[in-house]
């Protein structure tokens, strides 16, 4: 089992009594934990985003193979109800739990208008020196992250998980 999907299991443990069923790795996003599965009616991906060396902040890819064998973004109207993506950094733990609608409005996910695409930049709430660019993105996200190392606020875990 991977280091995300152990994280992810836990904090399902502690805010519900319903348990993660119907876990599918996703081998093309081996890489990055890729997983499906779904707790009660919900469905979910996840991915562990990974700290580069060079850029603030942490990356993510999730992409899936065209009918002619092309990686491209996820599809809007495939796509579970949510996407996970973990940050493990040390003693730092954390969250970002994005629906599918939020993700589309962004441009992230591919539908009839958009292109999607395969892969973005997270910036947990520890990152600061932020460029103009980056701390626009970290504020868009902020309302779909907690910090699980240190702030476990019961209440937003439930409610980003639901």
């Known amino acids: 089992m991977n280091d995300s999907l152990i994280l992810t299991k836990g904090i399902v443990k502690t805010i519900t009594n319903e348990s993660i069923q119907y876990v599918e790795e996703e081998n093309q996003n081996k890489e990055y934990e890729g997983v499906r599965f779904s707790i009660g009616h919900r469905t979910y991906r996840s991915r562990l985003a990974k700290r580069t060396p060079k850029k603030i902040g942490y990356f993510v890819a999730f992409w899936e193979k065209s009918t002619t064998g092309k990686n491209q973004a996820y599809q809007y109207d495939s796509s579970p109800d ?81």
């Open 82 to 162: 949510k996407l996970i993506i973990s940050i493990i950094d040390e003693e730092r733990k954390g969250q970002f739990i994005f629906q599918k609608e939020i993700l589309l409005e962004k441009g992230i996910l591919r539908s009839t208008t958009t292109k999607g695409k395969m892969g973005i930049r997270v910036y947990p709430s520890w990152e600061t020196s932020l460029n103009k660019t980056a701390l626009n993105t970290q504020n868009w996200q902020k309302p779909y992250f907690f910090e699980y190392s240190n702030d476990r606020n019961r209440a937003k875990i439930k409610e980003l998980y639901a």
